[in-house]
């Protein structure tokens, strides 16, 4: 909390018991919580507390912010197996304060799927970009559009994409200028930094 | 340019008389112009024509922009080694219409010489981190500040850490939210997505 | 023991018959024992031994030296996730005849809540840093203390951080001296080191 | 030769004597003869006998076939310092008989100026693609082109794309299908597979 | 589709009701498809469609498109384990419209049982050759053919060759010319290149 | 410092205005001042100084701490190439205050040239063990003595070993309990190190 | 069979039908067969077959060559998980018809321990040791004996050992001469060697 | 010596004066001494001493064992580049007392090259095989004859292959039986055990 940002649980590794704890502690103090990264087990456990979750991001929150006159960001992603990376950045930007808006399956292997959104991305003052395999689609979004691009890497794929290194180096090597990147499937650090930008850089310029 | 970045020319594999002919046609269309990672060779080439030269640097510059009244960025570096790295970006920043600021040598190996720097660091809505090595600066600052962080990684260092990969994993692992990175020695690339954030961003948000 | 350290037995991929084989050996003689990296199926076998087990450091002790008047030791760790390994350093360090003391929970991403065990970790002889992630803690303890560090890094972590690569290449390239490093999740190395280090070295130079 | 590809001598590690003498006996019995990868000091021993040295490629050809008739290739590279492999892939391909057209400079970061060519590169049976850094340029060409991609990453970069290994990924992992992969900087190899594939494979198909 | 070659789905990853959507819409429209990667799981589900499916090949077809008068492919495995990435090229090759022909178990430890195809082998106008462990069987292949040779590298292996990697190496690096590789497990890649070369190069060149 | 080791500059990347400015205030100041990693030029540059040079070691010193009383440390090496490594680690333990003995080419390939020095390894506090190669002599050593040993593995080998990676997994992975690692070639780190070991834990366990 | 090492079937990957195939035409003509890295699956299923299974090895031998009178050879294990793949190289060595001894749990943590059997490995022809972790035993053995070392590294360890890469590269880098090297886990393929050395080597010699 | 093969002396990061004196010094006593891996520089500076140098395998040697009616082996190199490596393994070989046969330039690209000299490999004890690229030929050469193969992979190549470990994960995953390793460019390495295997081994045999 102390950076900016309010503080989200990461739930791989916490026993349910801990994570119990830490919810319920927030529901009685009426304090905003998001979860991220619930196994199925633990979602179960948790369907009958008053939080809103998103199984397919694998996210449960609690009174999440609401976004009216805030910050605009487009999520893109480039295939249907990137999706859950995907919704994780856009649950983690509403959470966060931001209108995010989420444009999914428009990857590289069908350009003009994505030509039809470019007006829309275009007046964007931030872009996530979500892909795995071979990553093309960061450069792509970086030559075609004015705004930075938050690059999330997936671990989608297969040979040498797997674990997300091949779309990670397409990434930080990307020689379309703007490109920044974060850890392969890191969709909330990716939204908790576009936070930092749209709110706090925003504030500290005026 | 039609991203929004003026087109800064990478020196490096370019034969001289190709750059050479780039520069001249800049000079006679008083265009604003910069080169960078320039050879020692090179820069002497460079030395009797009207452009702005900084060795450290490794740059050279005609008619960059003028900062007033420009946002604010800071940029922190972690060694001595890192300064080359540092610089390009300062450069690169003040070029692209930045009011970038540089402070050098503050690593955590001494922790306490970060700390005066502080509520400096604390007023900027960005700051560029450069450090090699382990990298621990970017989480250091990253868990101490409301700016986000570009994380640059150099190459600086010996054993695990040459080529400048455990830097990088560093940026990208970092526990700290708001922590973006670009390529190693990429401080061109840290500064052109600054100004992205600072310029475009902003105007697209009023 | 030939080395001056108790034989500790790893558990991992030895058949539960050895095991019982081994354990009851040392019962029978009186032998002190201890066995690290057991199974869920593995504790369950020992329940009715007269053992003392600690499922979430996964070891199972017999007859551990009681540490009156012991050299003391502080173990340090950054996220719950490190709780596992931190706690098999602890007890290993208590098996050896070490008084651990336990510090939890004092990861970068919240530098804050480190300060206030610092004046106890001014005062150790030695301390055990345990840390995941990108691994800052390392450095940061390292910089900040006169005592030597021994780094165990975890695997815990995703993209580049899996497996633990990420925090051991932080904690041999720390930039702080004085930073010494065992294998990922090695807990046990680092208790044994510390005691080879507080119980023979400080015999050996009196 | 016993495989359809006429001896290519690959200069780089012979000594000189060996060099002339292969290229002596060649001149000798009239029989043509290609020499690639030569170091300067190589091609400056060359410089009086009877061969067509191209210094930016580093080849030497003596005899090369007249490609009258012959089938269409276009060979694309992404950026100034993908030049030289380039080149080698077009030197070869004139050589194995094909009629090579060579487009330099269209990469990603600047989308539009590849898209002047997207006619004449509908035309083609089988494009020769060279880019480095991040290979974005294999997966945009595949997406957009009915004709079979061979991608030739190149060893330009630096940081994550040093010694060519994430653009040889995107090309591997690319999501477009009909990209075919050869070594890094092999633009020899790609016009070998080049010429099997106009020459040999369609006479087997007649 | 816009590439040439007809949409495959790729069903790793893909939820159950999205794949019955896809495989619906295309039975309605009595279009053809090709679903690839298929578990057990989604085969079982598949079982009462009308469709073509190949446990082996992971794969489920419909309204194949009839191989009358196609050209000509080989398709050449090393051992029992890579057949299922050589069955899943077959059956791509064949729905794309190629004659393709299986010739399995033919690897490099046992060289006399390749001899025996040779004779097939040299009128193919391509060969895809399917291989792990450490791949020599492309170098065999490119060395005695004139064909192209599209290398297929498996996962098959443990040790140094576990996921891949030496057999991909091993095509890459691969002395005799001629040799382009896809990713590893890619059976698909390999396939659609084929057609790509075989139908619409073809095409272009008369 | 400020963490009980006296600052010690290391003059790799260092601009030589830079290092004499350093090396000047600490003379005029009566400082001490250690200097490593000095280039063979930068050592030329010193000549004239009143400082002790160890070409061999690559260092420069100026009023070293007499180890009078000092507590004991032996430094173990390999063989003559890693020699260098093991001269850097005793300068440096010397100029902190150790009592160091040097023991040279005592590697594995020989082991009974290590026999004879046995009993004076047997009575150390704390050893360091220089090595390159396959880095056997860590795990020997750490089987054979009580004392704790660092290792240090050096960037010398050929193959699998250039670059120290083979070492430095050797030392960490070593079976033998009570060996602790640091970076590749860093004798500086393994004596700063022991220093704090030998020194300053020492003060607190009293 | 053609290279003189009867055959081996490899069960991994193998369906079980085929599995039973190869067998029972084996058993029909009387044949010799060794079946290696059986799974515990088909173990159950080959319970009533007449062949001599060996859980531990994961083996299973029909009609093993009886090695009256055979070449000797010592198999060396470090560590209790290096003993399947030890036990593996055993039956394979006999099945071959060489007389095989098996020195367990002698690692380089307890050098006293291998000691006791240094007169029996003097006399050997060949040694092969298995070991995983660091891999220190292949060195030492190579050090101490005459005997040319076949060294197998194992999977065993974790954290940089994880895979076997680490007891790899030991055995690659040895600087003990005489040490040669198989694949990680591979204990077939060191009794194979062993079996062309001892038997056809010797042969020819003659 | 104890280990049954001469001392052989690696020149590499020896100093000049320390190589001379170990020569002399073997010179004075008569006794035979072999010098590997000589810079140009140390050769220049041996040229006047009573040694036998070898400019190619880079090597020197003094009282070489006449290898009258000593066992024979054959030493297989499969390009231009890899003679060097080849010449290092011939001359220690005979320096060991073997009756080396030196057979270069019968790579896989070629295979009907490597043809003719079956006959003689067939009739061999044992076999040195050097490539470098993709080091088919290992397995190759495993899967045609009878002898044990020792597989010097080399450093040749580019790409993937540079530094060679694409050939040395090809040599230790051959799917030939029979194929033992040594380190990348270790030609000493695998005369030293071929020594010991038709030396000592035979010896302790009989
Ligand atoms: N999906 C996620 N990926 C990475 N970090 C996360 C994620 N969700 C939460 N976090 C971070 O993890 C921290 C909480 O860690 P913990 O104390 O282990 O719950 C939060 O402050 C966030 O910075
Ligand atoms: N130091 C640098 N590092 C990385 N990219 C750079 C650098 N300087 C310039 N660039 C980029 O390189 C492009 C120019 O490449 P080129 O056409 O080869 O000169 C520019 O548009 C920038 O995007
Ligand atoms: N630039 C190149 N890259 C890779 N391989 C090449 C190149 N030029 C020639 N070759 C191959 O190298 C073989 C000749 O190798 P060498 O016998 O060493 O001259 C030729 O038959 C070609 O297959
Ligand atoms: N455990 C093993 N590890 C590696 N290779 C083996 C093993 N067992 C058998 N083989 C080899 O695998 C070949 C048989 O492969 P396959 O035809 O798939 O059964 C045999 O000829 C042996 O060379
Ligand atoms: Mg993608
Ligand atoms: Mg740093
Ligand atoms: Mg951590
Ligand atoms: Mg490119
Ligand atoms: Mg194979
Ligand atoms: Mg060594
Ligand atoms: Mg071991
Ligand atoms: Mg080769």
């Known amino acids: ?25 927030h529901i009685e103090e009426a304090k905003p919580l998001l979860v991220t990264r619930l196994s199925p087990k633990q979602i179960k456990a948790l369907e009958d507390l008053p939080m809103n979750i998103d199984t397919h991001a694998r996210t449960a929150s609690y009174l999440a912010k609401a976004p009216a006159n805030a910050p605009k960001l487009a999520i893109v992603s480039a295939g249907t197996s990137d999706a859950p990376i995907a919704r994780e950045a856009y649950v983690c930007a509403r959470f966060f304060g931001l209108d995010a808006l989420l444009i999914q399956d428009v990857g590289v292997a069908g ?24 990553g093309a689609l960061f450069s792509v979004l970086g030559g075609l559009l004015h705004a930075p691009i938050i690059a999330v890497p997936t671990s989608v794929g297969y040979g040498v994409s797997q674990g997300g290194n091949a779309a990670l180096s397409s990434a930080l090597a990307s020689c379309a200028p703007g490109v920044l990147t974060v850890n392969i499937d890191n969709g909330f650090g990716a939204s908790a930094a576009a936070a930092k930008i749209l709110l706090h850089a925003k504030s500290r310029e005026d």
């Open 1 to 25: 909390a102390r950076t900016g940002i309010p503080e989200v649980v990461f739930a791989e590794h916490k026993p349910l018991d801990m994570l119990l704890d830490i919810i319920n502690s």
């Open 111 to 134: 350009l003009w799927r994505l030509e039809k959104h470019l007006p829309t991305l275009q007046e964007m003052p931030l872009v996530i970009a979500v892909a795995g395999m071979e």
